[in-house]
């Protein structure tokens, strides 16, 4: 019994040596920041964003042709509002509405970067209209806010980004490698007929990019336990995302009799089936950057956690949400209280986890449901991005530009549950990036198309401001 006593207790020893040697040994990542020069913006930005909102540049469907007054009016205000940008970059329209501005560099032995956004925005919930703090086009201006959508998704890093340029070129400058601004229209409903055919023509012009840069990394503000500080997401991926038709099809009948197997029942069931078994979670990359970049940024105890993920992942894994996430979205069946239906519809979006594909979660949902139900793709769908690296010197300037502005960040690399248009720019570039400095709070974080959103005047400066450090840094 001793003997037996002596092992657990030595086992023990032995684990927690392991877990604190390796908490210990988790150091953390964060580069020095280094000065930066001070940037005197004009008065006039947040009026140049208010007057970008107000043109309702709304993506309602793949299908929908998009409003050709909006966004040729969106395009006449750009040129209006930055003479010096089309004076001296050139302008390629693609699709009509897509943007493409080159800025020629000085040096042609040098790999260009590609600086995206998108020009369209979610259409504005009727009902919604009187929780707004003003009206969602009307880009009216507070003492600390701009109010409207595309403030924050994504109009504020668009016409951020053409201050910077324009600001640049106000003072002489020439960038060293060519400069490419990427603007789609239609991000919002999968960018196919935008940020895809931008990526197609530039591949077809021979275009080999050091980095493409894009939305969908932020400043977390108060939204990661245990760090005080601003967390920078660099996310290096972004999940898959798919959609799947559930079909019940039957007899139908009076509802007096129901069968044994009825259409929504049967609907339902499948339903709870997948929602009760969802696909694992996994410690894949980006997702092992995360913990090594942010838990040695946390205190001891929680830092232990995430230097030991062969003991502690699932928990942290979970808290990440890495796995591919299953949500019923759309239900649809019935015409009358009395009649059983004959068909009946429902359709489960899932968000990809690299790793997986399209292919292997159309294979898990026809595993999980009876085989009487059908299963159909529908609408929008591709496959979880490559991964970019951390290693490249496209990096090490993104990091050193975030950490040189907000010098108390914290930077992490990290996997985007959403979609972007950087998707499409990975044939075209040896690294796709997603980072503006928007900040992120828990009081923020619904107004991404939701209800009042809005960005702070200081915050838009500081995209004004990275955009112009960043160009400058390339250099």
């Known amino acids: 019994m001793k003997k037996i006593f002596l092992i657990i207790l030595l086992v023990i020893v032995a684990i927690a040596g392991v877990l604190v040697f390796n908490t210990i040994n988790l150091s953390s990542k964060q580069v020095s920041a280094e000065p930066m020069e001070h940037v005197e913006l004009p008065n006039d930005i947040f009026q140049n964003l208010s007057k970008g909102i107000q043109y309702k540049t709304i993506s309602f469907s793949e299908d929908a042709i998009p409003d050709s007054t909006a966004f040729f009016g969106f395009h006449r205000f750009l040129e209006e509002t930055f003479p010096l940008t089309h004076e001296t970059l050139s302008l390629e329209k693609i699709n009509a509405y897509s943007l493409l501005y080159t800025w020629k560099g000085s040096d042609a032995s040098k790999k260009p970067i590609i600086l995206m956004s998108h020009q369209d925005v979610v259409?504005?919930?009727?009902?919604?209209?009187?929780?707004?703090?003003?009206?969602?086009?009307?880009?009216?201006?507070?003492?600390?806010?701009?109010?409207?959508?595309?403030?924050?998704?994504?109009?504020?890093?668009?016409?951020?980004?053409?201050?910077a340029v324009e600001k640049l070129l106000e003072e002489s400058f020439v960038p060293a490698q060519t400069i490419y601004l990427a603007f789609g229209h239609d991000e919002e409903v999968g960018g196919g007929k935008g940020a895809a055919e931008i990526a197609k023509y530039l591949k077809a012009n021979g275009v080999n990019a050091a980095m493409a840069l894009d939305e969908g990394g932020f400043l977390a503000e108060n939204l990661v336990p245990g760090i005080d500080s601003p967390v920078a997401m660099i996310n290096l991926a972004e999940k898959g995302f798919s959609s799947f038709r559930l079909i019940v099809e039957t007899n139908g009948g009076h509802s007096s009799q129901p069968p044994k197997e009825n259409t929504i029942g049967m609907l339902a069931q499948a339903i709870v089936d997948l929602e009760n078994n969802q696909l694992p979670y996994k410690l894949v990359k980006p997702i092992d950057y995360q913990l090594e970049y942010m838990g040695a940024e946390l205190p001891f105890f929680k830092k232990m956690a995430f230097a030991n993920p062969w003991l502690f992942k699932a928990p942290i894994l979970e808290a990440l949400n890495a796995h591919t996430t299953t949500a019923p979205t759309i239900i649809d069946g019935g015409v009358k209280n009395n009649v059983i239906p004959t068909v009946a519809e429902a359709t489960i979006n899932f968000r990809i986890l690299p790793g997986e594909t399209i292919a292997s979660v159309q294979e898990h949902i026809e595993s999980t449901i009876s085989d009487k139900i059908k299963v159909e793709p529908v609408g929008f769908l591709t496959n979880p991005s490559e991964v970019s690296g951390i290693d490249s010197e496209a990096y090490k300037t993104l990091e050193q530009t975030i950490r040189n502005q907000f010098t108390n960040s914290v930077v992490v690399p990290g996997l985007v549950g959403g979609g972007t248009d950087a998707r499409y720019f990975y044939g075209i570039s040896d690294d796709v990036y997603r980072f503006y400095p928007i900040r992120i709070g828990p009081d923020s974080m619904s107004r991404f198309h939701g209800i009042d959103e809005k960005i702070s005047k200081e915050n838009y400066k500081e995209i004004v401001q990275f955009s112009y450090h960043l160009i400058k840094n390339f250099n």
């Open 123 to 163: 259409p504005v919930d009727q009902p919604t209209l009187g929780d707004w703090e003003a009206g969602p086009f009307d880009g009216k201006i507070t003492e600390t806010h701009i109010i409207g959508r595309g403030t924050m998704d994504d109009k504020g890093t668009l016409i951020g980004l053409m201050e």
